[in-house]
């Protein structure tokens, strides 16, 4: 990636990869930053500006190819490479979480689930076994993980994380509702539902 990518920008990226998806199945191969940006809301200028901010793609008068232009945001976002994800917690969100074809699709590859309840260990979801958390340590140990899915409650997901990340895990895709603080050289995306239905409602109230 080129220079500095605003987090604006980085958060468009999977809109950018999911629009070129379904160019491609569309059989469309060949695209202007017009036609882009219409498709998806935004301005040919602001399509143009998003590019060049990760190494630029295409030709002046030619457009992008669709394809091209895809692989080139799927390498810049990492997609071109698996990545192993452990779930903790096997509640509702985990088991949705791992019941998700998507996922794997996209190069997410969920190998394994912890919980604390002895009513869930044992349990299979979606043909993963649900472990003690108690083994946590030696399966990190034996196996490399990448991600790490926090579906606890509030109150466990701050120790949670720092539990992992002593392991050697350095990103979480966390959906308790609370914010992680965690050391220089690790990652998290908070996933916060509640709050994403308070926009919503916000949102209609405007209108």
């Given at each position: 990636?080129a220079?500095y990518?605003?987090?604006a920008?980085?958060?468009r990226?999977?809109?950018?990869?999911?629009h070129?998806q379904?160019l491609?199945k569309e059989g469309?191969?060949?695209?202007?930053?017009?036609?882009l940006?219409e498709r998806m809301?935004?301005?040919?200028?602001?399509?143009?500006?998003?590019i060049?901010?990760?190494?630029?793609?295409?030709?002046?008068?030619?457009?992008?190819?669709v394809?091209?232009?895809?692989?080139?945001?799927?390498h810049v976002?990492?997609?071109?490479?698996?990545?192993?994800?452990?779930?903790i917690g096997?509640g509702n969100i985990g088991?949705?979480i791992a019941?998700?074809?998507?996922f794997?699709?996209?190069?997410?590859?969920?190998?394994?689930?912890f919980?604390?309840?002895?009513e869930k260990?044992?349990?299979?979801i979606?043909g993963i076994p649900?472990?003690?958390i108690?083994?946590?340590?030696?399966?990190v140990?034996?196996q490399?993980v990448d991600i790490a899915?926090?579906?606890?409650?509030?109150?466990?997901?701050q120790s949670?994380?720092?539990?992992?990340y002593k392991?050697?895990v350095?990103?979480?895709w966390?959906f308790?509702?609370?914010?992680?603080?965690?050391?220089?050289?690790a990652v998290?995306?908070?996933?916060?539902?509640?709050e994403?239905l308070?926009?919503?409602?916000f949102?209609?109230?405007?209108?």
């Open positions: 990636m220079g990518v605003s987090d920008v980085i958060k990226l999977p809109a950018y990869y999911r070129l379904e491609e469309v191969t060949q695209i202007s930053s017009k036609d940006g809301n935004l301005t040919a200028s602001q399509i143009r500006q998003d060049n901010s990760f190494g630029g793609f295409g030709r002046q008068g030619y457009g992008y190819s394809t091209g232009l895809r692989e080139h945001i799927g976002m990492g997609l071109d490479t698996a990545h192993r994800m452990i779930i096997g088991k949705a019941a998700s074809a998507s794997a699709r996209i190069g997410f590859e969920t190998v394994a689930i919980d604390n309840d002895p260990t044992g349990e299979w979606h649900v472990q003690d108690a083994v946590l340590e030696r399966f140990s034996e490399p899915v926090l579906a606890v409650p509030a109150t466990e997901a949670m994380a720092e539990r992992l392991l050697g350095k990103g979480f966390n308790a509702p609370v914010d992680l603080k965690l050391p220089r050289g998290a995306e908070n996933v916060h539902l509640d994403s308070e926009v919503l409602s949102r209609i109230l405007q209108e």
